[in-house]
């Protein structure tokens, strides 16, 4: 069993970041070569920028877990058909990772998204330092009760008391 808990904190080398900055700049022009654009970019942010904090983050979970990280910089759309999870634990776990920026901000996915893992995570992102703050299934995530007005639009949204332990959800079905 992975011990991965709520409050494990990762911190990326300058190699791991160097890495991760690459897979970004790879997966922003292979993704705009193909015309998948981003669907939703708050102001100020950019392809970019989502894209290499969302690699590093898949970055920090598989650390976490001690599992392989997924470098594929293949088109992952929800509107190309081509969405895949994130990353897969070594137990077969399917993991969709989420980030924010802030210290109560939620999990949060476009209502246009598909169920495509069979779990989410949501890390919070401090600098190079990534901090679990748990996980959902996505059974679970995906319900209309669920549905939110965050920011300037309507997600599935889950506040950070409602995750749970990785433990609690992979071993008690």
């Known amino acids: 069993m992975m011990d991965i808990k709520i409050g494990t904190e990762v911190t990326l080398s300058k190699k791991q970041i160097d890495y991760c900055e690459l897979l970004a700049i790879q997966k922003m022009e292979r ?4 015309g998948v654009e981003d669907f939703i970019v708050k102001a100020g942010d950019n392809g970019f920028d989502r894209d290499f904090s969302s690699i590093k983050a898949q970055m920090a979970i598989t650390i976490a877990a001690g599992s392989k990280f997924n470098s594929s910089t293949q088109p992952r759309s929800a509107f190309l058909g081509t ?3 994130h990353t897969v634990f070594s137990d077969g776990t399917s993991i969709t990772v989420r980030t924010t920026k802030y210290k109560n901000g939620h999990l949060a996915s476009g209502l246009y998204k598909k ?13 190079d330092t990534f901090i679990i703050k748990g996980f959902i299934k996505q059974k679970d995530f995906y319900k209309k009760e669920r549905i939110k007005y965050l920011g300037d639009s309507e997600v599935y949204a889950v ?10 959800l992979v071993w008690n079905n």
């Open 159 to 168: 506040r950070q008391d409602e995750l749970f332990e990785y433990e609690q």
């Open 115 to 127: 169920p495509v893992a069979d779990l989410f995570v949501l890390l919070i992102e401090k600098g």
């Open 83 to 85: 969405d895949q999870p």
């Open 31 to 34: 993704h705009r070569g193909l």
